[in-house]
Protein backbone atom coordinates (compact mmCIF):
# COMPACT_ATOMS: atom_id res chain seq x y z
CA UNK A 1 0.00 0.00 0.00
CA UNK A 2 1.66 3.56 -1.33
CA UNK A 3 1.55 6.23 1.88
CA UNK A 4 3.28 9.06 1.97
CA UNK A 5 3.62 10.92 5.69
CA UNK A 6 4.90 14.10 6.02
CA UNK A 7 6.32 16.00 9.08
CA UNK A 8 8.24 18.82 10.22
CA UNK A 9 6.12 21.75 10.09
CA UNK A 10 5.33 24.27 12.51
CA UNK A 11 5.38 27.71 13.51
CA UNK A 12 8.62 29.80 12.92
CA UNK A 13 9.35 33.39 12.56
CA UNK A 14 9.72 35.00 9.50
CA UNK A 15 13.13 34.71 8.31
CA UNK A 16 13.41 31.12 9.77
CA UNK A 17 14.02 27.53 8.39
CA UNK A 18 12.13 24.88 8.77
CA UNK A 19 13.21 20.64 7.52
CA UNK A 20 10.26 19.24 6.32
CA UNK A 21 10.47 15.47 5.94
CA UNK A 22 7.79 13.06 3.35
CA UNK A 23 8.35 9.45 4.92
CA UNK A 24 7.28 6.87 1.90
CA UNK A 25 6.50 3.23 2.35
CA UNK A 26 4.77 0.82 0.02
CA UNK A 27 6.98 1.18 -3.26
CA UNK A 28 10.50 1.62 -4.56
CA UNK A 29 10.99 5.27 -4.09
CA UNK A 30 14.46 5.37 -6.32
CA UNK A 31 11.58 4.32 -8.92
CA UNK A 32 9.66 7.79 -8.62
CA UNK A 33 9.63 11.72 -9.02
CA UNK A 34 8.02 13.10 -6.01
CA UNK A 35 6.79 16.87 -5.83
CA UNK A 36 6.02 19.00 -2.63
CA UNK A 37 2.82 21.09 -3.18
CA UNK A 38 1.24 23.36 -0.57
CA UNK A 39 -2.08 24.63 0.04
CA UNK A 40 -2.65 28.35 1.88
CA UNK A 41 -5.94 29.29 3.58
CA UNK A 42 -8.40 29.88 0.74
CA UNK A 43 -6.07 29.46 -2.12
CA UNK A 44 -5.35 26.31 -4.85
CA UNK A 45 -2.98 23.72 -4.30
CA UNK A 46 0.45 24.75 -6.02
CA UNK A 47 3.34 22.67 -6.96
CA UNK A 48 6.46 24.28 -5.43
CA UNK A 49 9.56 22.14 -5.60
CA UNK A 50 9.71 18.59 -7.38
CA UNK A 51 12.62 16.01 -7.36
CA UNK A 52 13.14 13.30 -10.72
CA UNK A 53 13.93 9.96 -10.09
CA UNK A 54 16.84 10.38 -11.95
CA UNK A 55 20.14 9.32 -11.59
CA UNK A 56 21.39 12.96 -12.39
CA UNK A 57 18.53 14.08 -9.44
CA UNK A 58 17.26 17.13 -11.41
CA UNK A 59 15.03 19.46 -9.27
CA UNK A 60 12.83 22.29 -10.32
CA UNK A 61 11.18 24.82 -8.28
CA UNK A 62 8.17 27.34 -8.46
CA UNK A 63 9.64 31.00 -8.81
CA UNK A 64 8.18 31.54 -5.46
CA UNK A 65 10.53 29.81 -3.50
CA UNK A 66 13.20 29.52 -5.76
CA UNK A 67 16.86 30.24 -3.85
CA UNK A 68 15.27 29.90 -0.58
CA UNK A 69 13.89 26.19 -1.39
CA UNK A 70 15.75 22.82 -1.68
CA UNK A 71 14.52 19.75 -2.30
CA UNK A 72 16.34 16.49 -2.19
CA UNK A 73 16.14 12.86 -1.86
CA UNK A 74 17.55 10.06 0.57
CA UNK A 75 16.12 6.65 -1.36
CA UNK A 76 18.09 4.36 0.91
CA UNK A 77 15.58 6.02 3.74
CA UNK A 78 13.13 6.19 1.58
CA UNK A 79 12.56 10.08 2.26
CA UNK A 80 12.31 13.57 0.55
CA UNK A 81 13.37 16.37 1.78
CA UNK A 82 12.39 20.13 1.67
CA UNK A 83 14.68 22.52 3.11
CA UNK A 84 13.20 25.63 3.61
CA UNK A 85 15.41 29.07 4.51
CA UNK A 86 14.26 32.95 4.35
CA UNK A 87 10.76 32.08 5.37
CA UNK A 88 7.83 34.46 4.66
CA UNK A 89 4.59 34.94 6.15
CA UNK A 90 2.79 33.70 2.30
CA UNK A 91 4.76 30.38 2.87
CA UNK A 92 2.29 29.44 5.43
CA UNK A 93 0.15 27.05 3.97
CA UNK A 94 -0.31 23.20 4.22
CA UNK A 95 2.56 21.38 3.08
CA UNK A 96 1.87 17.64 1.21
CA UNK A 97 4.09 15.29 -1.00
CA UNK A 98 2.91 13.65 -3.74
CA UNK A 99 3.74 10.87 -6.25
CA UNK A 100 2.58 10.36 -9.49
CA UNK A 101 1.06 7.44 -11.12
CA UNK A 102 3.36 5.93 -13.12
CA UNK A 103 7.20 5.27 -12.51
CA UNK A 104 8.13 7.83 -15.85
CA UNK A 105 7.10 10.68 -15.02
CA UNK A 106 8.99 13.58 -14.73
CA UNK A 107 9.24 16.94 -12.82
CA UNK A 108 7.66 17.93 -16.39
CA UNK A 109 3.73 19.31 -15.42
CA UNK A 110 4.29 18.02 -12.12
CA UNK A 111 3.41 21.41 -10.51
CA UNK A 112 -0.22 20.43 -11.88
CA UNK A 113 -2.43 18.67 -9.40
CA UNK A 114 -3.12 16.61 -12.00
CA UNK A 115 -0.01 14.89 -12.10
CA UNK A 116 0.05 13.56 -8.99
CA UNK A 117 -1.99 10.02 -7.68
CA UNK A 118 -1.10 9.64 -4.25
CA UNK A 119 -0.47 12.43 -1.47
CA UNK A 120 0.12 12.32 2.28
CA UNK A 121 -1.95 14.15 4.61
CA UNK A 122 0.13 17.47 4.95
CA UNK A 123 2.01 19.34 7.78
CA UNK A 124 1.28 22.69 8.54
CA UNK A 125 3.96 25.56 8.27
CA UNK A 126 2.61 29.13 10.27
CA UNK A 127 4.86 31.95 9.05
CA UNK A 128 4.32 34.79 11.70
CA UNK A 129 5.73 36.96 14.26
Known amino acids: QVSLVESGGGLVQPGGSLRLSCKTSGFLLNYYTITWFRQAPGKEREGVAC?????????VYADSVKDRFTVSRNNAENTIYLEMKNLRPEDTAIYYC?????????????????????WGQGTQVTVSS
Open 51 to 59: VDKSAGVRT
Open 98 to 118: ARPERSFASCSNSFSTTWAAY
